[in-house]
């Protein structure tokens, strides 16, 4: 193996608990604007790592000393050291075990749309290929013996190396997703080699094209009420199709998303506007202002007034609902 880290890149133990809801959902803290982290994880326990989990995020397993078997639903697959591992997201998976003297492994997670979003061309939903390719008929792991793991080795270090210098800055940033987008394009050009997986990249792609009017339809509409009927209409479907479809395009529900978009747009009229956040919330769509403090709150991991205070720390305290404004002299 010839994947190199940097000195300033700590390992830590895999303590992932206290991040987990009921049903194994792995909400991590995640930056909105960059939603990308890599972790480097060391393993106390060989046959108890990690306690089983999902997410919405997309994710990479790099084991760099141990082997072991990795658990993705009802799939058990063997890893050595050097493997790259491309997870199942929304399937309940973990670290089954990991033996060894040192137990270390890295993990690149980010969210499909810092790679793929409204707007992209649709080749960039090829990078995405190998994380929606999970049949029986591949293997989702990159193998000692591939032709593209010396490739694969040299972009994560040049990766590591990018993000051990902070992500704090927009070119910091833009290093990171360019190594990130080599790591998957070389994913990609493995997987293709399957006819599975050229058959599911045309599916994406025949998603992303039927999907795009709607996709369109919520950025211009998101304050509106849109039901999940509406949307299954818009792309002449019945909606228990439409959810299945929706989620296999996007990674994620259709309610998620939308509120995903309402909030990211009511973040920007808190920073750009002096709307109070009541009506900030009726703007985006959700009436109920404990409702989108709940949400805002989960989203953004503080509540609306403290990022209004954050982004606009000289703005006015928002005019209580209700209130009536004082008009400016002038």
Same mark, same amino acid.
């Given at each position: 193996?010839?994947?190199?880290? =940097?000195?300033?890149?700590?390992?830590?133990?895999?303590?992932?608990?206290?991040?987990?809801?009921?049903?194994?959902? /792995?909400?991590?803290?995640?930056?909105?604007?960059?939603?990308?982290?890599?972790?480097?994880?060391?393993?106390? #326990?060989?046959?108890?790592?990690? =306690?089983?989990?999902?997410?919405?995020?997309?994710?990479?397993?790099?084991?760099?000393?141990? %082997?072991? !078997?990795?658990?993705? *639903?009802?799939?058990?697959?063997?890893?050595?050291?050097?493997?790259?591992?491309?997870?199942?997201?929304?399937?309940?998976? $973990?670290?089954?075990?990991? #033996?060894?003297?040192?137990?270390?492994?890295?993990?690149?997670?980010?969210? =499909?749309?810092?790679? &793929?979003?409204?707007?992209?061309?649709?080749?960039?939903?090829? /990078?995405?290929?190998?994380?929606?390719?999970?049949?029986?008929?591949? %293997?989702?792991?990159?193998?000692?013996?591939?032709?593209?793991?010396?490739?694969?080795?040299?972009?994560?270090?040049?990766?590591?190396?990018?993000?051990?210098?902070?992500?704090?800055?927009?070119?910091?940033?833009?290093?990171?997703?360019?190594?990130?987008?080599?790591?998957? &394009?070389?994913?990609?050009?493995?997987?293709?080699?399957?006819?599975?997986?050229?058959? !599911?990249?045309?599916?994406?792609?025949?998603?992303?094209?039927?999907?795009?009017?709607?996709?369109?339809?919520?950025?211009?509409?998101?304050?509106?009420?849109?039901?999940?009927?509406?949307?299954?209409? @818009?792309?002449?479907?019945?909606?228990? $199709?439409?959810?299945?479809?929706? $989620?296999?395009?996007? *990674?994620?529900?259709?309610?998620?998303? @939308?509120?995903?978009?309402?909030?990211?747009?009511?973040?920007?009229?808190?920073?750009?506007?002096? @709307?109070?956040?009541?009506?900030?919330?009726?703007?985006?769509?959700?009436? #109920?202002?404990?409702?989108?403090?709940?949400?805002?709150?989960?989203?953004?991991?503080?509540?609306?007034? !403290? &990022?209004?205070?954050?982004?606009?720390?000289?703005?006015?305290?928002?005019?209580?609902?209700? !209130?009536?404004?004082?008009?400016?002299?002038?």
């Amino acid at each position: 193996m010839c994947i190199v880290i =940097p000195r300033s890149l700590q390992f830590e133990p895999c303590v992932i608990h206290h991040w987990l809801d009921p049903t194994g959902r /792995y909400d991590a803290p995640l930056d909105r604007d960059f939603p990308f982290f890599v972790k480097l994880y060391s393993f106390a #326990n060989a046959h108890d790592p990690c =306690p089983p989990n999902w997410h919405e995020r997309l994710e990479i397993f790099v084991p760099v000393a141990g %082997d072991g !078997e990795f658990r993705m *639903g009802d799939r058990l697959l063997p890893f050595s050291a050097g493997d790259i591992v491309v997870v199942d997201n929304k399937k309940l998976h $973990r670290t089954e075990c990991i #033996n060894g003297r040192q137990r270390r492994a890295i993990v690149v997670s980010f969210l =499909p749309e810092l790679v &793929y979003n409204l707007g992209s061309p649709l080749c960039d939903v090829t /990078y995405l290929t190998p994380f929606y390719c999970q049949v029986p008929e591949i %293997d989702p792991v990159v193998r000692d013996g591939a032709p593209c793991r010396p490739s694969l080795h040299n972009a994560i270090t040049r990766l590591l190396r990018c993000y051990a210098d902070g992500t704090g800055t927009p070119a910091a940033r833009l290093g990171c997703k360019t190594y990130l987008l080599e790591i998957l &394009y070389h994913l990609a050009q493995h997987f293709s080699f399957a006819e599975v997986a050229r058959s !599911e990249c045309l599916l994406q792609q025949q998603r992303a094209r039927r999907l795009g009017t709607l996709l369109e339809h919520l950025s211009l509409n998101f304050g509106k009420k849109i039901s999940v009927a509406d949307a299954a209409a @818009l792309v002449g479907m019945s909606e228990s $199709r439409f959810m299945r479809y929706f $989620r296999a395009a996007t *990674g994620m529900t259709f309610v998620s998303y @939308l509120t995903h978009i309402r909030l990211n747009n009511a973040a920007k009229m808190l920073k750009e506007t002096d @709307l109070n956040i009541s009506e900030v919330a009726d703007a985006v769509g959700i009436g #109920n202002q404990s409702y989108f403090d709940r949400q805002f709150r989960a989203e953004f991991r503080v509540t609306p007034r !403290e &990022y209004r205070m954050a982004v606009r720390p000289q703005a006015h305290a928002d005019t209580p609902a209700g !209130e009536p404004r004082l008009a400016q002299a002038g």
